[in-house]
């Protein structure tokens, strides 16, 4: 049962963060510090992967399917096929928490005793800035290459994957409880709309809540300069001035929705197909909505690259991602999925929240990559905001 599973989502506001109601703003990593940067083609280790059949995985909590009586799971699979002994950690739970568990090693050229970790792509990205991941084979991912879906190709801070393999994908957009309040069709009628002053919600993630800001103040999320920035904050400190908003949240914002604690709240699509009620609808803005990827990614002195490549190639066959769509209910990122889906789960081919049409792809929008001090610019402005 997927209710019965901790969303993936909720598991990434679990750890640091700035919470409504006392908790503090988590500090904010210091990547660019000269002695932190590291040249990935001296920082690197012979691959024992053809010897040595292991492969060492940190991911999100309930982010993979597990064995269940008869049901064979993609990891038992993977092992069965390959031979390879993969030892899988549920360690990643947040973003900065695990970022604090490697920056010592990973910032000195040291081994960070991983093979392969998932993280988020504004994390993805500051690593693979300071030199810190390891390219891939491309020779050896021709599955990524050729079935990675079209929305997650060319990003920004990785534009032909060379370092990078998304995992799954969610979006950020709006929810609502349609037993309590009429449809929301916008961000903006989030903000503003008086039959919902004091009863929305928004997000403690900086990336999602202003990119969806800054979207319906008719700026692109991907590409906003410091105009763009500022007229989005005072939209948001309007909004929060005006008693628009009952709270600023992490994963706790689908028990006030199902409660008519709150009308209605920015929310990830993950949260809602996990709530499997059928009063809560996700919708997606008429200004368009964020979509974020977590990311496979081989660090500096990775012993065993070439099985981390094989765990990629092998997640990218479309009947094996498939499998792992039907547990998680987040976006696939591989062509062919949905056909293959036929066979898994038939009542799932035409999921939104797992295969987005055309038409909604049109609608995503990711967020830029920040240089180090506008992290801390923006970082800085959305806390005084949500805090004050």
Known sequence: MVSARLSRRAALRGGAGLLVGGASLGVLPLFGTPDRKQDPASCRVADVSDTDHRLVVSNWPAYIDEDDGDYVSTLTAFRERTGIDVSYTADVNDNLEFFAKVVNQLGSCQSSKRDLFMLTDWMAARMIQVGWIQPLDAAKVPNLHANLIDS?????????????????????????????????????ELLSRPDLRGRISLLTEMRDTMGLVLLSQG??????????????????????????????????????????????????SGDVAAAENEDLVFVSPEEGQMIWSDNMLVPNLATHQGNAEEWINYYYEPEVAAKLAAYVWYICPVKGAQEAMEEVDPDLVENQLIFPSAESLKTMHSFMALEEFQIRAYEGDFADVIGG
């Open 152 to 188: 997650l190709t060319g990003v920004g801070w990785d534009p032909d994957r060379t370092y990078s393999a998304p995992w799954q994908s969610g979006l950020t957009g709006i929810a609502y409880n349609r037993s309590k309040v009429k449809e929301v069709r916008s961000f903006e």
């Open 219 to 268: 700026a692109d999320p991907a590409d906003f300069d410091q105009d763009d920035w500022d007229n989005a904050i005072d939209r948001l400190r309007k909004a929060r001035n005006d008693g628009q908003v009952r709270a600023f949240t992490g994963n706790d914002y689908i028990q006030d929705l199902s409660a008519g604690n709150i009308l209605a709240c920015e929310a990830w």
